[in-house]
DNA sequence: TGCATAGCTTGTTTTTTGCAAGTAACAAAT
DNA sequence: ATTTGTTACTTGCAAAAAACAAGCTATGCA
């Protein structure tokens, strides 16, 4: 069980604290980019989260009030996981992600289609940032991910 | 020794691989933020980093392309950190964990001064973010951090 | 009963941590 | 000139924490 410890007060040392490792934005990224909803697609999102840390994970989401997990009325062993506005907030931190590593790693094998994709997200982001979170924003609450990655 | 293994070909992923931890991107926000150059700055930076996972860090960012080291002509037994053009590319990232924890942590006690700080910061991310950076990057270049946190 | 989903348990490996000791450059004292 | 001391890292080691892999359990269906 990782643990939350609060190391100063400083804001970014704070998101550290809590954002600070290798998989809790991952699953963040699967609900935002990919549309994920569902503990089984988290863990075949491709990087393999192993189910303990998976389990780990989702509860420190939720208990920091980054997610709320609901039993899935159509499927009722399954529950179904949302982000809070809380959640939300973290897609800025994840767009810049997208950008650095889209711009930064040379060893990225990005196809022509994705590169396309990421030159047409930088410039939305630069143009018209809020307008662009607000679409993302609204893809993952109505369960239609945009996909960009 | 941390790893650093390429998990998958996502630019999230990617990001998240290298910068992952509770300590790299605190030490690139001590350059950034506060104007640290120095080892021992960052050991004392107030989050009780070890001297072997500083050295480590120190290391894994160096040989990453984010900074490199060199001696200190003043005074030799001492190394001069300082960001390449890669690790300037980190600030967005860092600007956003910035706002994120001043956003969304309640528990943050920040004084009025730096909340008023903070206001002006969110209010220039949102209406100039490149000239913003622009200013930024060339205070850190001048070693005149902004100690915006 | 049999299957799928979610996630817990256990044993092992890896990483982090705290601390102690070592090295290198320089300076002041002997 | 040599010793001693100081600063600035760097390395090594043992204990603790976290990650990992595999198997197991509980629940709700069909």
Redesign the interface.
């Known amino acids: 069980m990782k643990k939350n410890v ?12 809590i ?5 809790t ?2 699953i963040v ?1 699967d609900i935002v ?1 990919r549309g994920f909803r569902f503990y089984n697609e988290f863990l075949e999102g ?3 989260i192993a189910t303990n840390i998976l389990s780990d994970r989702l509860k420190i989401l939720e208990s920091n009030g980054f997610l709320v997990s609901k039993k899935y009325e159509l499927q009722k062993t399954r529950k179904v996981y949302t982000l809070t506005e ?1 959640g939300i ?2 897609i ?14 040379d ?4 196809p022509n289609q994705k590169a396309e994709m ?1 030159n047409e997200i930088i410039k939305r982001v ?1 143009t018209d ?2 307008e662009f979170l607000r679409e993302i924003v609204a893809s993952v609450k109505s369960f239609d991910a945009k996909n960009y ?1």
């Open positions: 609060k190391r100063s007060e400083c804001p970014i040392s704070r998101a550290l604290d954002l600070g490792d290798k998989w934005l991952l990224r980019f491709g990087e393999g809380n907030g973290l800025p931190i994840l767009l810049e992600m997208l950008i650095w590593g889209f711009n930064f790693d060893s990225l094998i990005i990421m630069k940032k809020d990655c």
